[in-house]
């Protein structure tokens, strides 16, 4: 039985599936070109093959309900199977292959469609591996938080501890029959110095997640290191020697100071923990092309290679279980990736590490003012709404504020305050609001407030900016924003501020 070339082509050189014809005996009298390209075979040498030749010798195993259908002899689709078929260069392939009986004056044929399922089988395959990877992403990252939780806690409780114990040694030596005043302030000094370091610590967890209002400014950053150099050598100890160098004429970089004074801390931190027996920290600054180098180099223990890899991923810590959050380097990453700069990190066992920070040089001027130690200044009789559902947080900042001359309107939520305003007959000068409060947000409360009263200014106060943040960290504009927690001269600060804006 002879086919034309033109016949095949014009049928079936379009196909996008195999296909092959065979005749009642099972050889092959017709091809396509897919088909070669699928068996890798010439298509003279398909032509006279036995289609079972071509598959495996598990798939010649045909199921019952087509060796029926074949058996009946009627013309018309037979159905689909998947097999496995051989190539010509001995590689297997899945497929699926569909046959229907033609009869033609030329006799019974049987036409198979064979479609390649190595491409499906291979997405499957990825499909596997994905969700394999998942689990185990989902892993790691339970895994992650059981750390942080671990050293969150172990952080948190050696702060609570040192609170806990003092404040009693206070209340001791208070109710004694005669009271030392001095170690009263000296024990009441270490309550809050254990407190401040609960902030700092809040800080890290809120810049790390991205949830710390950023205040990005034109600074000087050897101004900035000279403001924090005491605060370092506080923090490092007298068994470790600092030395600064600052190059001069540097340019001005933009940057959050309160975030760069962060970043410093948490390197010193690292550096003092890496030289347990004393030893030597350099912060120098240079010009770097068009950047600003900072950089801080200790002469501690050092990493190994496997742990210089890892250094800024968040939650890696070497401190063992509980032994520190591992929040330091990767809180350093966030806050210089933000500022558009970059962060490296050398380091060999016995020698020390050095991490190195480029940030973009401004043209512009510094617009950081020097830090005063004078105090804010008092009110003027002025009356404050404070608004805020934590009683004690909404008396102490009453107190603060009634202390400093100030005329103050307190309320526990949204609705009492607005019912507050409603019946006080005088002007409000400031609305003092929380941002997150049960029945109505502070930014709800500030526009209905607003609305009725348009001469009241607003500041609000949260431990968590988000709800008040614009999406790349910054305030949205118009908004001030007092960070809890705050201490009795950030707060008239703030409030003085936001009345003379």
């Not at 400031?430 to 500030?446: C, F, I, N, R, T």
Request: glycine share 10%; with cysteine; hydrophobic share 40%.
């Amino acid at each position: 039985m002879e086919w034309s070339e033109e016949l095949a082509g014009g049928l079936l050189r379009a196909a996008p599936d195999a296909i092959l014809v065979t005749a009642g005996d099972g050889r092959i009298v017709l091809v396509n070109d897919r088909a070669e390209e699928l068996y890798g075979r010439r298509r003279d040498e398909l032509l006279g093959t036995h289609i079972e030749s071509l598959v495996t010798d598990d798939a010649r195993l045909m199921p019952p309900g087509r060796r029926k259908r074949l058996a009946e002899g009627r013309a018309g689709p037979v159905g689909a199977v998947t097999a496995t078929i051989r190539r010509g260069d001995g590689v297997e392939i899945p497929v699926e292959s569909s046959v229907s009986l033609v009869d033609t004056p030329q006799g019974r044929l049987a036409v198979c469609v064979v479609r390649d399922l190595s491409e499906r089988a291979r997405a499957e395959q990825e499909k596997a591996r994905l969700r394999a990877e998942a689990q185990m992403h989902r892993s790691q990252r339970l895994e992650s938080l059981g750390q942080l939780a671990g050293g969150i806690a172990h952080d948190f409780n050696n702060m609570l501890g040192v609170i806990v114990n003092y404040a009693n040694f206070v209340i001791e030596e208070a109710e004694s029959p005669s009271p030392d005043l001095k170690a009263i302030a000296a024990d009441a000094r270490q309550v809050v110095r254990a407190g401040e370091r609960g902030t700092d610590l809040t800080h890290q967890l809120l810049s790390f997640a991205r949830r710390e209002v950023v205040r990005p400014q034109v600074l000087d950053l050897n101004a900035v290191i000279s403001s924090v150099e005491e605060m370092l050598r506080r923090t490092l100890g007298e068994h470790i020697s600092l030395l600064v160098r600052a190059a001069p004429g540097l340019p001005a970089v933009v940057c959050d100071p309160g975030q760069i004074e962060q970043l410093l801390v948490c390197l010193a931190v690292n550096a003092r923990d890496a030289m347990p027996s004393g030893g030597d920290l350099v912060i120098d600054t240079s010009r770097h092309g068009d950047q600003v180098r900072l950089r801080v180099s200790d002469s501690g223990q050092g990493m190994p290679p496997e742990v210089v890899e890892r250094a800024f991923e968040p939650f890696f810590t070497t401190k063992g279980s509980g032994g520190g959050s591992g929040l330091g380097l990767a809180t350093v990453y966030g806050i210089v990736t933000q500022a558009g700069g970059e962060v490296s990190l050398a380091s060999s066992e016995g020698l020390g590490t050095t991490v190195t920070v480029l940030l973009p040089a401004s043209a512009e001027k510094s617009d950081l003012s020097p830090v005063g130690d004078k105090s804010p200044e008092r009110g003027r009789g002025e009356t404050l709404l404070v608004v805020e559902d934590e009683e004690a947080l909404r008396d102490v900042a009453g107190r603060i504020l009634s202390g400093a001359g100030y005329r103050v309107l307190a309320a526990p939520c949204g609705p009492a305050a607005l019912e507050l305003a409603a019946e006080h007959e005088g002007p409000i000068d400031l609305l003092l609001s929380d941002v997150v409060m049960p029945g109505m947000l502070g930014k709800e409360l500030a526009e209905r407030l607003t609305g009725v009263r348009p001469a009241t200014r607003v500041l609000y106060m949260s431990g968590y900016a988000q709800p008040v943040l614009h999406s790349q960290g910054t305030l949205d504009p118009g908004v001030a924003l007092l960070e809890k927690p705050f201490t009795a001269d950030d707060l008239l600060a703030a409030v003085r501020d936001r009345l003379d804006d």
